[in-house]
Structure formats: C-alpha cells, structure tokens
C-alpha cells in the first residue's frame, strides 16, 4: 500500500498551502516564488546527483533544454497544453540524458564536473549561433493553456499554482526514492563504490538511471521558467547559471528534500533586494550569503531546522 508518512503529508499540505496563497499574495511576491520553486526543481536534479557522490557543473544544459522545449512547441510545433509541453520537456531532457549519460558515467569527480560543464557549453553555441530560435536574443514563449482552458489575464497566477503543484508532487516523489533501496544504494555509491559493486549491484548503471532522473527534474523546472517568464535565451545554458544552482545546492544541503526550495527562495529574495540596493555589488552580497552559511551551517541551511529539533528533543 502506498502509505503517505508526516513529511509527505507536510510537503503535499505546504504545496496546497501555498497554492492558496495566490488569492491573498500580492503579484510580485507569487513571480519571485514561482521563479524560486522553479529552479528548486532544476536544484533537485543536482541535489539528486550529489546524493550519488557526482557533482554536475552543467545542470543548465537540461534546464536550457526543458525552456527550449516549450518554448518551441508553442512557437513551432503548435501545441499550447501546459501538462503537455513539459511532459516533453521532460522527455526531450532524458533522451538526451540517455545518449550523453553513457559516457558521462564512466568518469568521477573533476572528470565528469568539466565534461558536463562542456556539453552545456556546446548547447549554449549551439543556440547562440541559430537564427531560426532567435540567436543571443532567444525568443518569446507563447501563453499556455490548461486542458483546453485558456487562463487569459490569469496566465501567471495558473503558472504559479502549477509550479506549487510540480515542487510539492517532485518533493514527494523524491522523498520516497531516497528512503527506498535505490536511494540508499546511491549513497553507498558515494561512500565506497568499489563495495557496492562487491554486493552485486553495478554502480554505473544506477549513477546512469540518477543521471537521466535528474535530467528530467531539471528539464521540469526550466520548461516551468520558460512559462513564468514568457521567454527564453541561451543564456540558460550558460556556465553561470549551472553555477547559480550549484551556489544554491550548497546553501540549502543535501540532507531534505526541502532544502532546495527553501535555498533557491532565499536566493531569489536576497538577490532581487540586493540588485534593488546595492545594483553594482550585488554578488558580492550573494558572495558573502555563501561564505556566512559554509562557515557556520556548512551542511547548509536545512541542518539549522535538524539542528533546532534535536535540542528540542534534548
């Protein structure tokens, strides 16, 4: 049977909670978050690769892919369903995991960082250099519909709640693959490779199946940028924004599912405020955000929350 737990109830109550919360929120405040729970998505692919001991300094590649998608099937393939358009974002993103994943997985450490860094960059070329999707410019990404139904002047409210409902349904999804068997091999994986693979279990081919599950995940918060924002550029694919989600990885931990989405919300926030005040410094207001959270929570922002309950229990 398949039993829902506390925190699975928690994610799925703070999903429909949230969701909700677009009848009272003011209209920036719903943006910024569906941005944030956005790229939580995209963070959760790195996240999930972490987990396994791999560390992908090229996510942007399959979140550049997951815009692209819906971008270019509402611009040239004529279809305009939500659900539809990152479904195959989602299948675009793990085909192309499958063919590049086969040789990604035979490397470690450095070795695989760089080589997905490269594949990223390749794209990023790739979509500069073509005038069909619009170079450097990129292109606008028409309005969605919703089974038929056309949101109208409602369109970023409808992405907003079909952003919550993604974050809270992957959360949950991922939650319960990192307590199955599958998620504790990945982290056997990690500590010692050459035992698990003594135990019968090849660690290739379980990183390859992590590799492509991540793909899709961050596929899936990119085609869900590319509907909020109504745009998408190659820029997407650039070496700095695989660094954005590595930055935000780092500032939430790897030990909760929720860490992403709490790390990207208070990266959003502190980078629009800090654009806002500070405009020709705001990175080094992000730089020392970071600095500040490896020194004092160095397994980053989720291990406070543990923190806090196991002195409570204390």
């Known amino acids: 049977m398949m039993r829902v737990?506390?925190?699975?109830?928690?994610?799925?109550?703070a999903g429909l909670a949230l969701a909700l919360g677009a009848l009272v929120l003011p209209s920036w405040l719903t943006f910024l978050l569906t941005?944030?729970?956005?790229?939580?998505?995209?963070?959760?692919?790195?996240?999930?690769?972490?987990?396994?001991?791999?560390?992908?300094?090229?996510?942007?590649?399959?979140?550049?892919?997951?815009?692209?998608?819906?971008?270019?099937?509402?611009?040239?393939?004529?279809?305009?369903?939500?659900?539809?358009?990152?479904?195959?974002?989602?299948?675009?993103?793990?085909?192309?995991?499958?063919?590049?994943?086969?040789?990604?997985?035979?490397?470690?450490?450095?070795f695989f960082a760089m080589l997905t860094l490269a594949f990223s960059m390749i794209l990023y070329g790739i979509l500069s250099k073509s005038q069909s999707l619009g170079s450097t410019d990129g292109f606008n990404v028409r309005a969605v519909t919703a089974l038929g139904w056309a949101p109208g002047a409602g369109g970023k409210m409808f992405v907003y709640v079909l952003t919550c409902g993604c974050a809270a349904v992957a959360a949950v999804l991922l939650h319960r693959l990192s307590k199955s068997s599958v998620g504790h091999v990945c982290e056997a994986i990690r500590e010692?490779?050459?035992?698990?693979?003594?135990?019968?279990?090849?660690?290739?081919?379980?990183l390859y199946a992590t590799y492509v599950l991540a793909a899709a995940t961050s596929a899936l918060g990119g085609g869900l940028i590319g509907m909020a924002t109504g745009h998408v550029d190659p820029e997407m694919a650039y070496w700095t924004t695989s660094g954005e989600f590595i930055f935000i990885a780092l500032l939430g931990g790897i030990s909760h599912v929720a860490a992403p989405f709490l790390a990207a919300t208070l990266f959003s926030t502190v980078r629009t405020y800090a654009i806002q005040f500070v405009p020709h410094s705001w990175q080094m207001i992000l730089g020392f955000v970071l600095l500040g959270i490896i020194i004092f929570l160095p397994k980053g922002l989720w291990s406070l929350f543990r923190r806090t309950k196991a002195e409570a229990r204390a």
Request: aromatic content about 10%; proline content about 1%; charged content about 15%.
């Open 192 to 206: 010692n490779e050459v035992r698990v693979e003594y135990l019968g279990v090849s660690p290739r081919w379980m």
């Open 5 to 13: 737990d506390r925190t699975e109830a928690w994610l799925l109550g």
């Open 35 to 110: 941005i944030a729970f956005a790229k939580g998505l995209v963070v959760q692919g790195v996240v999930i690769q972490m987990r396994a001991g791999l560390v992908s300094f090229g996510q942007g590649l399959y979140y550049c892919i997951g815009g692209y998608t819906v971008g270019v099937g509402g611009q040239m393939v004529g279809v305009h369903d939500a659900f539809a358009l990152l479904l195959l974002s989602m299948a675009a993103a793990a085909a192309v995991a499958m063919v590049l994943g086969l040789l990604l997985t035979r490397y470690r450490e450095i």
